[in-house]
């Protein structure tokens, strides 16, 4: 077979199997997506020390900048291949960016200036900044949307079905019956609440030198305020929240809080997921079934829930790297080690399993439907539910010991249906009053709120 990339020799199913479902990721994620965004972090604060303007800088002719600014938005995989032709040299990635930008500054006929590319930085300035850039834009432009997509289709599902009552279960028995819409809204109020908490974790930056210090910058121009400087490049240029204590590495704690957001959600569609497949293994759901489809290679009349399955195993993925990367990347010795770098290279991955995830999510959803039959008929063999109604109307009435009457009902009698509830009512000594409020109370319209 061919060693070229495809989805048929791709290790990860994520670029493999799964490439149609997480192509749009990878604009973000990708290795030639971080050399973009780490052009675009060099490329604005060489314009930024323009901007100052730093000694050194003020003969650079400010309409020159819209020309620097198009090598980011014209970056091509062209010019991805030549940084890593770049880096077979310097065996360092970053540099291999800060090379290539002098290739491009002296092609622009800006040779005398190209001294100020990297000027004072460390590789974790650019890296620093550029991933959290580019998770911040996943997020918001990919991955945000898709659960919005999710919990759209829960609130339409919902909606629809709000007033379909149906048998609980808690510990897996008969419990006081529910709505469908209101099981289903449960997991929209979760999310909601959780997309909440995310949503006010900032996405943080290092940008401060060797050790955090400004040393080579202060030692060249130590007339220039660099905190201030760095907070406007970081803040308000790159959109992101500038750590201002740190090492030479960003500290990953507000991308830890992240991880852990995100690796919550995931746990929420879990739950989803497994009611869901439930719900259909007990006939409450149905599934359209998909022209050509095949549920089973040896039993013709099976339509699995694999959409939720799919969507399970995925969220159970994302959430094991999800883990680590909280646990790994808040973890430094001293000033730095080089083991956050290949871990944070991973950062697209569980979003990668989330987003299949999510996509399998909306196309199970999408295929749901209730079979009220069912329902209605579970309701009706389970008329012992309505027992803990009865017994709370009964104390309200004064009636003595009311729940022990119910248990000894529930206790004795081998089929507590709509006909044992009413004899047992009738035999009652109470008013005529309390005892038609409990024979209207019926598995159907015991529902509470």
């Not at 060693?3 to 030639?32: C, K, M």
């Not at 430094?332 to 770098?341: E, V």
């Not at 959803?365 to 329902?375: Q, R, W, Y």
């Not at 507590?416 to 159907?444: G, H, M, N, S, W």
Request: net charge neutral.
């Amino acid at each position: 077979m061919t060693a070229d990339l495809t989805p048929l020799t791709a290790i990860s199913p994520v670029d493999g199997r799964y490439r149609n479902a997480t192509r749009a990721l990878g604009p973000y994620f990708s290795e030639g997506a971080l050399i973009k965004y780490r052009v675009l972090v060099e490329l604005e604060y060489f314009i930024a020390l323009v901007q100052l303007p730093l000694p050194g800088l003020k003969r650079f002719e400010s309409r020159k900048i819209d020309a620097l600014r198009q090598i980011h938005t014209g970056f091509s995989e062209t010019d991805a291949k030549r940084v890593k032709n770049i880096e077979k040299q310097t065996n360092h990635d970053v540099k291999a960016v800060e090379y290539f930008l002098k290739e491009r500054f002296e092609s622009l006929g800006l040779a005398a200036f190209k001294e100020f590319i990297h000027f004072g930085l460390t590789s974790q300035d650019i890296n620093n900044t550029a991933l959290p850039l580019s998770l911040k834009q996943a997020w918001q432009e990919v991955m945000q949307p898709a659960l919005e997509r999710v919990l759209g289709a829960l609130r339409e599902k919902a909606q629809l079905w709000q007033t379909v009552p149906m048998l609980a279960r808690t510990h897996g028995q008969p419990a006081s019956p529910t709505r469908v819409g209101k099981e289903l809204y449960v997991f929209v109020d979760r999310l909601e609440r959780q997309l909440e908490l995310l949503a006010g974790i900032p996405f943080s930056a290092k940008f401060g030198g060797a050790t955090g210090n400004f040393n080579a910058h202060v030692a060249a121009c130590p007339e220039v305020d660099w905190v201030a400087f760095a907070d406007r490049l970081v803040n308000e240029v790159l959109g992101l929240n500038r750590s201002k204590v740190t090492t030479q590495i960003e500290h990953y704690d507000n991308l830890a809080a992240f991880c852990d957001g995100v690796k919550r959600i995931n746990t929420i569609l879990i739950d989803l997921a497994r009611d869901t497949w439930t719900y259909i293994s007990m006939d409450y759901f149905k599934q359209e079934i998909k022209a050509g489809e095949v549920g089973s290679s040896t039993m013709p009349h099976k339509v699995n829930p694999i959409d939720f399955e799919n969507a399970e195993g995925n969220l159970g993925v994302a959430i094991a790297l999800l883990e680590h990367l909280a646990a790994k990347l808040p973890i430094s010795r001293l000033q730095r080690d080089l083991t956050d770098s290949t871990v944070t290279r991973n950062i697209g991955v569980p979003l990668a399993h989330t987003l299949i995830a999510l996509k399998s999510l909306l196309k199970g959803l999408d295929k749901l439907m209730l079979n009220e039959a069912a329902i209605r008929r579970d309701l009706q063999n389970n008329w012992a539910v309505v027992t803990e109604g009865l017994q709370t109307v009964l104390r309200q009435a004064g009636y003595p010991e009311p729940y022990e009457a119910l248990k000894a009902l529930t206790r004795t009698h081998a089929v507590i249906d709509r006909k044992a509830i009413l004899e047992f009512i009738e035999a009652l000594d109470v008013d005529d009053p309390v005892k038609q409020r409990l024979r209207e109370i019926t598995p159907e319209n015991y529902t509470g709120v």
